[in-house]
């Protein structure tokens, strides 16, 4: 039977004017004017059988007006009339098909008719919008094959689904402000993720607050911070150590090269030159022939930084014999390396880069990157004890100065794995990237460290899709958000936005009939979400389910801490924290 099997006196109205993707409906039956709703579903009637076009109200009005009759009045002045207009803008957003082959109820995001004028216009409610719900939610998908975020807010009976493969593979964000919902929605997207047999994702956890999401299938991982460098903590007990050997040339520069120094170009050439000597050595020393006929300074190879920087000192001290003999003089670089040797002794000194600078022996050997890798980027069923699809990647400890350069080197990382993988043998990955206007900020200084790192966000959004990567961007600040990435992302999942500046972000994303769609984005309730995209049927107000279990927010309730009558002295403890640089 039919969907939408309406009797003519069931209608809104009828079409008054039609202009692309937009339909202006007059409508007579005021009672059901009046249980009409702004983004509120109607259908109309297409020209095709067996098909109806669907679409969203996105304006009511109501005019009188004064229309002039032909005939005279009794005093010699025109009859008029008072005439009542009442219309409906509607945007269209695809067609419905009673069936196509041997589905029935179809629906599809295209328009391949309009409707004609006075084609008689509907509203969807009740049971007919339940099973429109349901029609839109399971046509196509199996049980695996389900992405569920929550149910429709326009139906609570219809549970709200999307395209997963759409949504990773075409890029998606995930928007709001503080206290939106944002992190309980990633924290719904992330278990669903866990739940697949051989899932594989990637969270870069900012503030440690994902740190609560358990389960099979999740794995945490944390970045070594000062207090383990006195330890022996390993990959297998989830600390990672990021060596200053995995940096390419490009973010050695711009984190020890002053571009403003008048000797920047000499050090940035000696800094290659040394480096690659450096790298020789080990393998040369190592008998891996294969790789030193082949490698470059970028080449992801361990060499010993004492020796670089040894090196660096003989030549910042050298001298030549000079033009007179039993004379001497400066050598080419005397003097011209001491800032940057300066900088680079900082560097090794500060415990807060011993994840870096003060990795392990183990880490600085050879076969040391298969095994960080692996522990990044294997599936589930690979890890071999049902966790690790998930792998949640805690950098509350790296500097916010590096932060940007770290996540990036570990994105470009896998980045670089999948796309020297043969494609039959290539496992997708997916890379969530919380509170991105922190490291995948719109722009930077050209010669400074966030700026390399731009770099490979900006790559892997225009090509992670060829190789396998996807990129969820998760901010509470798309205005802050680069724009190259933020174009590469199809999908978009925006909860409450109060900022306008964000707010024109999202709907400049948007297209442009469902432009008004993001007026809703000031007045959505906590944990509501607007969802547009390749990966959503149906542009949709969904109400986020809760995740089973909840990331810590970190929000402090002000007023309930302040009224309770106990005793504080943690005061002491953070400063030593402080000064330790370690929260251990």
């Known amino acids: 039977m039919a969907l939408f099997n309406y009797n003519d006196t069931e209608a809104l109205g009828h079409v008054k004017t039609v202009d692309t993707a937009t339909v202006i409906v ?3 039956n005021i009672e059901l004017l009046r249980k009409l709703q702004v983004n509120r ?19 009511i009005t109501r005019d009188a007006t004064v229309e002039k009759l032909l005939a005279d009045s009794d005093d010699g002045e025109p009859a008029s009339r008072t005439v009542e207009q009442n219309l409906v803008r509607i945007t269209l957003i695809g067609t419905f098909c009673d069936q196509i082959g041997e589905r029935r109820n179809v629906f599809r995001r295209t328009l391949e008719t309009v409707p004609e004028i006075d084609a008689r216009c509907f509203a969807v409610e009740g049971e007919r919008l339940t099973s429109f719900m349901r029609a839109v939610s399971f046509q196509g998908r199996d049980d695996a094959a389900r992405l569920s975020l929550g149910h429709y807010t326009l139906d609570d009976a219809a549970e709200a689904y999307l395209d997963p493969n759409r949504f990773f593979q075409r890029h998606s964000v995930i928007v709001g402000s503080t206290g939106s919902g944002k992190s309980w929605t990633t924290a719904r997207l992330l278990e669903q993720v866990a739940a697949l047999p051989n ?4 969270l870069f956890d900012i503030h440690g607050e994902y740190s609560t999401i358990t389960g099979d299938g999740i794995r945490h991982l944390r970045i070594a911070g000062p207090g383990d460098l006195s330890m022996t903590n390993t990959l297998e007990q989830g600390v990672l150590f990021i060596p200053y050997w995995l940096l390419g040339y490009d973010d050695m520069t711009t984190m020890l090269v002053d571009r403003s120094d008048n000797n920047a170009p000499n050090q940035a050439m000696v800094l290659s030159r040394t480096v690659v000597d450096a790298k020789r050595s080990f393998l040369e020393a190592g008998g891996y022939q294969d790789v030193l006929d082949n490698f470059t300074v970028d080449s992801p190879v361990p060499y010993d930084i004492q020796t670089v920087l040894r090196e660096l000192r003989t030549l910042d001290e050298k001298m030549v014999p000079g033009a007179k003999a039993g004379t001497e003089k400066q050598g080419e670089f005397h003097g011209k390396l001491s800032r940057f040797i300066a900088r680079l002794e900082n560097k090794l000194d500060d415990r807060r880069l011993g994840f870096m600078m003060a990795a392990p022996a183990e880490a600085n050997e050879f076969d040391w990157l298969p095994k960080l890798t692996k522990t990044l980027m294997n599936g589930t069923k690979d890890q071999g004890d ?6 949640i990647i805690d950098c509350s400890e790296v500097p916010s100065d590096i932060l940007p350069l770290i996540i990036a080197r570990l994105a470009s990382l896998m ?3 999948q796309q020297w993988m043969p494609k039959e043998k290539r496992h997708p990955i997916a890379l969530v990237c919380d509170e991105a206007h922190l490291y995948i900020p719109d722009s930077y200084d050209g010669g400074s460290v966030g700026a390399a790192a731009l770099r490979y966000f900006e790559r892997i959004a225009k090509e992670g899709r060829k190789y396998g990567v996807g990129l969820v961007v998760v901010s509470q600040r798309p205005a802050e958000v680069n724009r190259t990435v933020l174009s590469q992302c199809n999908n978009f999942v925006a909860l409450r936005l109060t900022n306008a500046e964000d707010q024109n972000v999202v709907r400049r994303l948007l297209p442009d009939s469902l432009g008004g769609f993001a007026d809703l984005l000031p007045v959505l309730d906590t944990g509501e979400a607007l969802v547009v995209g390749d990966a959503s049927l149906l542009p949709s107000r969904i109400r986020i389910s809760k995740p089973n279990t909840h990331p ?18 943690h005061i002491s403890d953070a400063v030593t924290a402080w000064r330790k640089q370690s929260m251990s």
């Open 26 to 28: 007059s409508v007579e």
């Open 415 to 417: 980045f670089s794995v």
């Open 386 to 391: 049902g966790k690790g699809g998930v792998k």
């Open 41 to 59: 579903l109607v259908v109309l009637h297409s020209s095709k059988a067996g098909q109806h076009l669907v679409g969203i109200v996105q304006k």
């Open 199 to 202: 899932a594989n994702a990637v």
């Open 552 to 569: 810590n927010s970190g929000t402090v309730d002000f007023w309930d801490e302040w009224a309770k009558d106990a005793s504080r002295d």
